[in-house]
């Protein structure tokens, strides 16, 4: 359903995967890769949420580092993608979720708000994007370390709805309770624990950690939760 095209960035371009909805206009949603890249998983799930009526921009925020960055869930392809994320820094990621959002929303096939949607080190992108006003809705499913940026959490404006493994190997208890317990106040916000479920839930690709009804709850909450925010708003 989509296409590679190069977003001109501050100091480069990235490459990115861009989904058209059958219309081939709509509302936008970014679309956060984890720490594998624009690998197959995220190119079906771009697909996914252009079936049902979004424009979908998937970037890679690994493009200082590698041009490519698309990996593979083997020890090899996961230790490469350790590395990128380890020499990658939150203030590089909020400022591209920036030129990213701007560039978005210029584009002719976006008719409507932005949201972004995040995976694993993608969630913490698409919190850190609302954190910056970019952004008109914000998902995640098990982003890591937002507990590490909640000094951010007031400047929150827009709806988020995050999605967390009850068995997560990147997150304890405690980190996902802090996050959880920042937000229970916030109307706009919506977090969901999935019991059973560990981290890379969605992850249909890799057997060990897909957790089939976690995945499919977690997707259809969060296209409910797009159309509110983004359709019917």
């Not at 995967?17 to 936008?28: K, M, N, T």
């Not at 009804?213 to 708003?233: D, Y």
Request: aromatic fraction near 10%; charged fraction near 25%; hydrophobic fraction near 45%.
């Amino acid at each position: 359903m989509g296409k590679d095209i190069f977003l001109q960035m501050l100091g480069g371009e990235s490459r990115a995967y861009l989904a058209l909805p059958e219309s081939g206009r709509g509302p936008g949603v970014i679309l956060i890769h984890e720490i594998a890249g624009i690998n197959f998983h995220l190119r079906a799930a771009a697909d996914f949420y252009a079936g049902l009526g979004y424009v979908v921009l998937a970037p890679n925020m690994f493009w200082r580092l590698d041009p490519v960055a698309e990996n593979d869930y083997t020890k090899e392809g996961l230790g490469r993608a350790e590395g990128l994320m380890n020499r990658h820094t939150d203030a590089e990621g909020a400022s591209d979720m920036r030129v990213i959002a701007k560039a978005f929303r210029q584009m002719p096939e976006v008719t409507g708000k932005i949201g972004a949607m995040g995976y694993c080190f993608g969630g913490r992108m698409a919190f850190l994007a609302a954190a910056n006003g970019d952004i008109d809705a914000a998902a995640g499913f098990y982003p890591t370390w937002v507990e590490r940026c909640l000094d951010k959490a007031d400047q929150v404006k827009c709806p988020m709805s995050l999605h967390f493994p009850e068995r997560d190997v990147l997150e304890s208890p405690d980190a996902t309770a802090k996050v959880i317990e920042r937000f229970k106040n916030r109307k706009d916000v919506e977090c969901f624990v999935y019991p059973g479920a560990g981290h890379a839930f969605d992850s249909d690709s890799a057997r060990a950690v897909y957790h089939r009804f976690a995945s499919q709850l977690a997707n259809s909450r969060v296209a409910v939760f797009f159309h509110r925010t983004l359709v019917a708003s």
